[in-house]
């Protein structure tokens, strides 16, 4: 059987390092160059080795499952150790064509002891897009820490990105008074996405391995530290997909899959998945507006250097149109557009994208909320296409694709 050996365990002031061995035929899958390395905000000295383990196993049990090795470790957390049978089996269930088969053999599984006065605390991950910032004004009354990764979706050299990112987190930290915990993690380099992707997802799981395999617990894990340092209690992962949405797809970040994760004294609460994106864009503006305040949103993936949002994307598109809805300025919200911007998205939508169908279902929802004061939208020249705007209608590189 293969397997993946952890060699040592590192905690070296704010810096978690993991030495381990992979097997001949699983190094395609790893780049060794690069091993897993996370740089956290703080000291973490005092954070025991079984619970500093646990964000890299995070990210290698899947590996192990679906080419059923055997990741061999040298101390676990028990709440952990316990929790892994139960997530394996919540992918099983998810993915019923694929076998996660493969085991892990723990030397010594310890039972781990939050110190008594260490007073309990929630957490939620904050990356200023619509999910995350609507699950943290769901949460917010419970005063949770904020946390906020680089190595995600702003990667781990966008040096400009990441100063973007992180400002907007201190800023939403001072105007609600809560405290910001920071991480710095290389947990998407050390491996490599497209050949495992390509290797153990290819005509068995329609997805990407970040989609549909890492997202979830792969940043779970990353939490374990904070949450033996603060005692958190519960942590929330923002929804990515909803009831409504996940309904003929699949995701590796959902209820049934997060849940079944548990570390120290902590819990994992898959948050917002009763909400629809439009929902929570509405959520999100009432809010604040309650509060007599407006706060920015980074929803934008693109190189888009030290700027919240490209503004020229779908997902900018897409966004900015939820949040108008609400009958607010956008550049309130972080986007910095015009009535031009607005009605070239038509446009754009016809000669460039071809939403999928999950953002199919997205538009359909922002047309029919919209449509729920014509008579205002219709007075508005810039966005009252949207009236009309059918997402199920060909895009024109789809129609020359079909024509080919």
């Known amino acids: 059987m293969n397997k993946i050996e952890v060699k040592n365990v590192e905690i070296e002031n704010k810096t978690i390092k993991v030495d381990y061995e992979v097997s001949k035929e699983l190094e395609l899958f790893f780049n060794l160059d690069n091993k897993f390395k996370i740089e956290y905000g703080e000291d973490m000295t005092d954070v025991p080795e079984e619970i500093a383990i646990i964000p890299f196993i995070s990210n290698v049990l899947p590996i192990i499952w679906l080419t059923n090795s055997c990741l061999v470790v040298n101390k676990l957390d028990k709440n952990y150790y316990e929790s892994i049978q139960k997530t394996k089996e919540a992918f099983q269930n998810i993915y019923p064509n694929v076998k996660f088969e493969g085991e892990i053999k723990v030397k010594e599984i310890i039972e781990t002891k939050i110190k008594n006065d260490k007073e309990e605390n929630k957490s ?30 702003v990667w781990d050299h966008n040096e400009e ?18 405290k910001n915990l920071f991480i710095k993690t290389n947990f998407r380099k050390f491996i490599y996405e497209h050949v ?27 939490v374990a530290p904070y949450a033996y340092k603060y005692n958190i209690t519960t942590h929330y992962i923002p929804a990515t997909l909803n009831v409504k949405s996940q309904k003929g797809t699949t995701c590796g970040s959902c ?8 570390y120290a004294n902590c819990n994992i ?15 999100i503006v009432r809010y604040f507006k309650g509060q007599g305040k407006t706060m920015k949103l980074r929803v934008c993936y693109m190189d888009k250097g030290d700027k919240l949002n490209c503004c020229e994307c779908e997902k900018c598109y897409l966004s900015m149109m939820e949040v108008l809805s609400e009958k607010v300025d956008l550049k309130d919200w972080g986007f910095d557009v015009d009535g031009e911007t607005l009605r070239n998205i038509p446009k754009f939508l016809k000669e460039h994208a071809n939403p999928s169908p999950i953002n199919k279902e997205i538009w359909m929802d922002i047309r029919e909320k919209f449509r ?16 009309s705007y059918n997402p199920y209608h060909k895009s024109l590189k789809e129609i020359l694709r079909v024509k080919k």
Not at 197 to 220: A, F, M, N, P, Y
Not at 255 to 262: G, H, L, N, Y
Not at 269 to 277: D, I
């Open 124 to 153: 939620v991950f904050f990356s200023g897009g619509i999910d995350s910032v609507s699950s943290l004004v769901s949460v917010i009354s419970q005063k949770p820490l904020l946390i906020t990764i680089w190595g995600t979706d």
């Open 161 to 178: 990105g990441w100063k973007s990112l992180k400002d907007l987190a201190v800023e939403y930290s001072e105007k609600l008074q809560l």
């Open 196 to 222: 495992l992707t390509k290797e153990l997802l290819e005509g068995r799981i329609d997805d990407s391995w970040w989609r549909g395999i890492q997202h979830g617990i792969g940043l779970l894990g990353h």
């Open 255 to 262: 209820p049934e899959i997060d849940e079944t994760v548990k």
């Open 269 to 283: 609460v898959h948050e917002g998945y009763e909400k629809t994106r439009i929902e929570k864009a509405a959520h």
């Open 372 to 387: 729920e004061d014509k008579k205002y939208w219709k007075k508005q020249k810039d966005v009252k296409w949207i009236l």
